[in-house]
């Protein structure tokens, strides 16, 4: 879990530089944003699918 928070925390700092880069007109990639909504996504699933099947195990 520690590393899912790890990455979580990773792709919103990316997040936020990707879309400072976009305000600035420095943006070079515009998919990478894209990928790195899906990838914040995904890791919050995957998260929350731990934490169900950890309390149906208790």
């Known amino acids: 879990m520690d590393e899912l ?3 979580l925390l990773s792709l919103k700092k ?3 530089n990707l879309r ?3 305000a600035t007109g ?3 990639n515009t998919a990478r944003v894209r990928q790195v909504r899906r990838d ?3 890791t919050k699933t995957v998260q929350a ?6 309390a149906k195990a208790k």
Do not use: T
Not at 49 to 54: E, F, G, I, M, P
């Open 5 to 7: 928070q790890d990455e």
């Open 14 to 16: 990316e997040q936020f």
């Open 20 to 22: 400072f880069q976009k």
């Open 26 to 28: 420095q943006l070079e």
């Open 40 to 42: 914040i996504a995904r």
């Open 49 to 54: 699918q731990k934490a169900a099947s950890a």
